[in-house]
């Protein structure tokens, strides 16, 4: 197995959320109404790279309606899609969420599986902060320490779950060989915790990127779960490697 990658989290950072509010605050309000293109200056001191990557978060669709619903993060949406496709959530079901900060996934949880604040079904895991919601357990904690799946099963109260899902994500270097590694890592690191904490039939959902080096991960799934595919919901941006891939039919 690779080498446990430092500092995992899921799909929103605290500090990539206050510069997009501060970049929507100082963007053309004209241009907006007009239903024209933001178009973030670059500021001193911010990169080239970063004032695109506001550019694109304050035109992104998907973002947008994030904030129109109260969502959040935009990360909601994958998982409503892969959900409607691939009927990943049920009523009653038990959930562990790996890498669960801001909170998007667990919020979709919620919504379709119904927020038990006495016997909470959804256990959720991060190492950065995430606003507490009902009916759900979270752990700011990072899931590469020794420790982490100890902590969760014993908040799970020692009951094996239906679900486990992984939107974690290592910090990147811009080596593509190098990051994508370090994603396959933490897929190896949730592959292997999901295993240990399934119930029978139960599926595992895991962000992925194309890079070359799954061949053995999806060798080790297909030996514990009946079916395994690759999925790609349309929230998922079209010009990104990520994809999502499914374990369902866990054999116990």
């Known amino acids: 197995m690779s080498k446990k990658p430092s500092k995992v989290g899921g799909g929103g950072k605290k500090a990539r959320g206050k510069a997009i509010a501060k970049a929507a605050g100082k963007a053309n309000s004209k241009a907006s109404d007009r239903g024209l293109k933001t178009r973030?200056?670059?500021?001193?001191?911010?990169?080239?790279?970063?004032?695109?990557?506001?550019?694109?978060?304050?035109?992104?669709?998907?973002?947008?309606?994030?904030?129109?619903?109260?969502?959040?993060?935009?990360?909601?949406?994958?998982?409503?899609?892969?959900?409607?496709?691939?009927?990943?959530?049920?009523?009653?079901?038990?959930?562990?969420?790996?890498?669960?900060?801001?909170?998007?996934?667990?919020?979709?949880?919620?919504?379709?599986?119904?927020?038990?604040?006495?016997?909470?079904?959804?256990?959720?895991?991060?190492?950065?902060?995430?606003?507490?919601?009902?009916?759900?357990?979270?752990?700011?904690?990072?899931?590469?320490?020794?420790?982490?799946?100890?902590?969760?099963?014993e908040a799970l109260g020692g009951h094996k779950v239906d679900l486990v899902l992984s939107d974690m994500a290592a910090p990147t270097t811009g080596h593509k060989a190098t990051d994508h590694l370090r994603i396959m890592a933490l897929v190896e690191l949730a592959s292997d915790f999901a295993i240990q904490i399934l119930k029978p039939e139960g599926a595992f959902v895991a962000k992925v990127f194309q890079g070359g080096t799954e061949n053995e991960l999806l060798a080790h799934l297909k030996r514990h779960f009946k079916s395994t595919f690759h999925a790609k919901p349309p929230a998922s941006r079209q010009d990104s490697s990520e994809s999502y891939l499914i374990a369902k039919g866990f054999k116990g």
Request: hydrophobic share 40%.
């Open 40 to 153: 973030v200056k670059t500021a001193k001191g911010r990169k080239i790279s970063s004032t695109l990557w506001l550019q694109r978060q304050l035109n992104d669709p998907y973002v947008l309606r994030a904030k129109k619903e109260g969502r959040r993060s935009r990360a909601a949406f994958k998982l409503i899609e892969l959900n409607e496709k691939h009927n990943i959530l049920r009523p009653g079901m038990r959930v562990v969420d790996l890498g669960c900060a801001p909170g998007g996934w667990c919020e979709v949880a919620t919504e379709i599986m119904g927020a038990d604040e006495d016997d909470p079904k959804i256990v959720g895991i991060d190492y950065l902060e995430m606003e507490q919601m009902p009916g759900v357990i979270f752990l700011q904690k990072d899931f590469n320490d020794d420790d982490a799946p100890d902590m969760l099963i």
